[in-house]
């Protein structure tokens, strides 16, 4: 849920944790391109009522491995919401072997693509914890460059 807080999509905002033998491999959460204005910035860009300004949370977990060189393989992935049909193929494509989900996303094929590729799907309540944070005494935690 943290991860989601960095989000710069006012649309909607997801995180994603990465997850291998309770170590942290990559995080992710809806945002724009490396030095492409944010939506929070510039406005959401909007086709076919999806914003295309930002990656999604999962792409972007699983871009920051590879520009690290970290392998996925047999990985969990925490996502706050279920993927969409598009994220869900990237998870399994890069070897998540489960996806933890907090609640569900609409028109996405993600459950019958884990389902037919050996993904373990889990769904579990939402946190009911509260994160008392003030930001305004970092202000380097809201740059999102």
Known sequence: MLASERAT?????????LV??????STGYNGSLPGSPHCEDEGCLVVDNHCVRTNHAEMNAICQAARHGVSLRGA???VTNLPCTTCA??????????VVVFSDYHDTLAER?????????????MPGLTINYDLDS???ARRRD
């Open 76 to 78: 969990t992935a925490y």
């Open 9 to 17: 999509c006012p649309r909607m905002h997801c995180g994603c944790v």
């Open 20 to 25: 291998k033998d309770k170590y942290v491999l």
């Open 89 to 98: 193929k990237a998870l399994i494509a890069a070897g998540i072997e489960r």
């Open 113 to 125: 693509f884990f389902g037919e590729s050996g993904v373990e799907l889990s769904r579990i309540p």
């Open 138 to 140: 970092y202000p380097s």
